[in-house]
């Protein structure tokens, strides 16, 4: 309020006054100008503040497809060393470091010369024992006419059945030395055993190999399928195995389940496969079970040893959703916080679950109609009344 005026204290006519008159009057004014201070401090009464606006919204209630969540690694379904066999000096290196190859492509040659010279050897040991056999049959088919007209002695007989005899075993060993020199022959083509991607050569062209130890030449890696390995914690196969049994089922009826998977750069799971492994015990030392998926990987984009998101899809059921920014954290776990009937904050302690866009699963601790603070989360404090503006969360896709 705006001051009252007041006579001026001193003038030049009041210069001329006695002390004790001048000390009355500015006594006087003293007490007028706290007098109207005193008047305007009335008026002044202290209002608080409106309490904050914060948004709420009631929780989303869709089905929402339950999914188990892992992390695994690509591994390859064939993975080999291309050995030299046979001991010789590489002929031929037919491929290009790190290209693909379809199956029984020559990849090394190692001198074939001396092999196929063996080859050609056992060959002739096999034509010259089934020419001494035939001679040592016809001896022996006389030799047994013979005794039946008890023209020869028993002993001739005995002889020369034996040396037929010897005369089969000799061509037997001779085929014998015929099929493994035509497999060391063999050797000395070194091909692909299956479609696969062939590492970096270990050898050079003209270097002596197999010479004590085999000697490796090169990996020969598969990529198609691959294989996905992936650990589920025990807690996550009690529930599992509850569930089947509720079914009727057994853990078997889970092999051809649907596996997604994606890599770090992936939006969502592009890469689908099939469950195809499920260990049979729980592995005492990490209390998690192994299991494996296979997928088609055609364009190879996953390569063995790669970081990968798996999750499995289950069945569809009702489920409340909240974003996933409403959810907080302390040292006592997952909270949101809820504005109760009074219009005051509540910190309520929940167990999320999966994402689903940019929302998030809550399996227990909040109920359908409570309203969950989703904006302007800063301004609420549990315990203080807000100003709750309502609003409605859309449904994820």
Request: charged share 20%; hydrophobic share 40%; glycine share 8%.
């Amino acid at each position: 309020m705006p001051m009252p005026s007041l006579p001026a204290l001193r003038s030049r006519a009041d210069d001329r006054t006695p002390v004790s008159g001048r000390s009355a009057r500015i006594a006087l004014a003293s007490l007028a100008v706290a007098g109207g201070l005193a008047a305007c401090g009335q008026n002044n009464e202290y209002a608080a503040p409106p309490p904050p606006k914060v948004t709420v919204s009631q929780p989303v209630q869709q089905d929402v497809t339950r999914y188990y969540e892992a992390t695994g690694n690509a591994a390859s379904v064939n993975s080999i060393d291309l050995v030299a066999r046979v001991q010789g000096f590489v002929q031929a290196i037919s491929y290009t470091d790190g290209q693909f190859v379809k199956k029984d492509t020559s990849l090394f040659t190692i001198e074939p010369e001396p092999y196929k010279l063996k080859v050609d050897a056992a060959k002739a040991s096999v034509t010259s024992a089934q020419a001494t056999l035939l001679v040592k049959q016809q001896d022996f088919a006389r030799q047994e006419d013979l005794l039946k007209r008890q023209v020869s002695a028993q002993v001739t007989y005995d002889q020369a059945l034996a040396a037929r005899d010897s005369a089969q075993a000799d061509v037997q060993s001779a085929q014998a030395n015929e099929q493994q020199a035509e497999i060391n022959y063999g050797y000395t083509d070194v091909t692909a055993p299956f479609d696969g991607v062939v590492t970096a050569r270990q050898v050079s062209i003209g270097q002596l190999v197999g010479a004590t130890t085999p000697t490796t030449l090169a990996t020969l890696v598969q990529l198609d399928p691959i294989w996905v390995n992936f650990n589920a914690s025990e807690r996550d196969v009690l529930e599992v195995r509850a569930a089947l049994q509720k079914q009727g089922l057994t853990t078997g009826s889970l092999l051809g389940t649907t596996v997604e998977v994606g890599v770090q750069t992936d939006e969502g799971y592009p890469h689908v496969g099939k469950l195809d492994y499920v260990a049979p015990d729980v592995d005492a030392s990490t209390g998690t079970l192994a299991a494996r998926a296979i997928l088609d990987n055609p364009k190879r984009t996953l390569l063995p040893g790669m970081f990968l998101r798996i999750r499995i899809p289950g069945k569809a059921h009702p489920a409340l959703l909240v974003p996933d920014v409403a959810i907080g954290s302390d040292q006592g776990g997952r909270y949101v916080l809820v504005v109760n009937k009074d219009n005051v904050v509540e910190q309520r302690k929940v167990e999320p679950g999966q994402l689903v866009g940019d929302l998030r699963v809550i399996e227990q601790g909040l109920g359908k109609d409570d309203r969950v603070v989703v904006g302007g989360i800063m301004q609420a404090i549990p315990g203080q009344k807000v100003d709750p503006v309502p609003s409605t969360v859309a449904a994820a896709k």
